[in-house]
């Protein structure tokens, strides 16, 4: 096992981790209850007679192993700040209580906190089960990159870190979640559609398209979500957007692990910034794996030097071009070093695709890629343009998958790529 690896286990292992060290404030846990409908501020916040408003809930200073739970059927608008620290042990949890839909949040207005839905504002915090939808995106025109990086439905602060976001659902969003927590676990999310109501579902028109998980520090694991159509058309670029985007060079991009999700419709899987920031921060540590993307533009828009990264075990479909942004390569790489190593991955391409898999003109990080054992593939018969030579073991042919059209993309007995994917 690669020295890396072994460092993101440590890293992640506290969602089931205890630290024996670490004693709650309080001997047994506190429960408090919200209902909008039938609630009271003056309540004491039990089940029987809940609170009823989110400031209620935001000037609470929440212990280890409190529970803050929000009604099935009702719904919020404005900001909730959850604050307090957690523990290992007994970590603060956001959630829901009843029968129905999910409770609902959403803030119309950037300028009460800058259109957050909820902050978190503290360590060892669960968030899920709740439903985020049609918050506000940043002011239009030439704002700060702080002002875009204030946004999101959900928002968790700098120094909030060992935070879990999980079975949420975010819809009609500019961002959903923007986290600055270190050894967190964003995973098993559903994200998808722009708040096209809104400055024509851009994050700020007309530089940022809408993102689905913004990561502002490394030490982060996203997983097992789902994030489609994070796009928006016309602005500077023609169109942006994306699924993952990693920034704020103010901060390290190191020990990031993104796998098994799956992406669609976005304008690109995941960016990592570099020119266009604050400072220039490079990444390290970086592995992607075992995701599926059907995208439009690029499966990586990697503009950061990094080393030690891994990129495999990927199911990349490239055929989707509704949607043209600037660049319809798959792989962008920009400032070297790219100590990035491609392997097992299957990339299917069609006759639409204008430029070469690994994209022509980018010619400093590209060429540091070590690319072995992945399977190319043009769903038309044409030749595939790879933009380099093959690489050891690597193979321009169809992977036979189980069911192509309709997005089961396992591979039949027999395929030339077995292995190789994002096979289940």
Known sequence: MKPFFKILLILFCFVGCVDDQTLSVRNSQSIFYVDAINGNDINDGTQSNPWKTLNRVSNENFLPGDNIYFKRGTSYSGCVT???NGTAKDPILVGAYGTGDAPRFTNPHFSTCNGNAMRIRGDYHIVENLY????APASSGNVSFETVWSTGALHISLGSDYVIVRNNEFANIPKAIQSYSQYSLITNNYIHDANIKRQNGFLSEPWW??????LGIGNQEVSHNTIENMYASGGEFGADGGAI??????NHK??????NNRTSNNMGFIEISYWDDIEYMSSKNIVIEYN???DYQSFLLWWAPTTNSIVKNNTIIRINNMVEGPWSAVFI????????ELNKNIVVVNDNLTEAIFIQGFDGAVNDVNHVNNCYWNIEGSEVDLGQSLGLGEIIANPLFLDFE??????QTGSPAEGWGAYE
């Open 209 to 214: 398209g809408p993102i689905g998980i913004q």
């Open 292 to 294: 599926v993307s059907r």
């Open 82 to 84: 959850i604050n307090g």
């Open 333 to 340: 790489l920009d400032a070297p070093p790219g100590d990035i």
């Open 245 to 250: 985007e990693i920034d704020d060079g103010r």
């Open 132 to 135: 985020f939808h049609n918050t």
């Open 254 to 259: 190191e020990n990031i692990y993104i796998h």
């Open 406 to 411: 309709n997005g089961d993309y396992n591979l």
